[in-house]
């Protein structure tokens, strides 16, 4: 998703300039996509957040604001499968930031056949307190 930042100029009783920095985010906790608009002070903080429809769409532009998370999928490696890669994901979802980390961890991993879906292949990754789990049998 491309952030849409804006640096606005607000004017104050004083007449200090200062800068306020505006993000849109699209809201995808349903299908309605209310566009949100998250303002943040002059110290990167979430200031205000307008444009929501319901308390889950202001619940979801702070998160994606303060602290983004989202599910991992991805595969690893197996020997002795049916196929040469079996699907994994994070059981919660983790730091987005994080997310290439943990792609690096899971990288170096691989499995031997059997496996069942479910079964717990990286415990805690980066001490997140998120496994990662097969999603398939293999």
Not at 34 to 63: A, D, P, T
Request: aromatic share 6%; proline share 5%; net charge positive.
């Amino acid at each position: 998703m491309l952030n849409n930042n804006a640096y606005i100029i607000n004017n104050h009783e004083n007449g200090v300039k200062k800068f306020e920095k505006k993000r849109n985010i699209t809201c995808i906790i349903c299908p309605q996509g209310c566009n949100l608009e998250v303002w943040y002070n002059e110290n990167n903080e979430v200031k205000e957040i307008k444009g929501y429809s319901c308390k889950r769409g202001l619940e979801y532009g702070w998160n994606e604001s303060t602290n983004p998370v989202r599910m991992l999928t991805t595969t690893i490696q197996i020997d002795g499968g049916k196929l040469p890669v079996v699907p994994v994901k994070s059981n919660k979802p983790l730091p987005k930031d994080l997310l290439f980390e943990c792609m690096n961890v899971i990288r170096k991993v691989q499995l031997k056949a059997p496996v069942r879906a479910g079964e717990v292949v990286i415990k805690n990754i980066l001490n997140t307190g998120v496994d990662i789990v097969t999603t398939r049998d293999m």
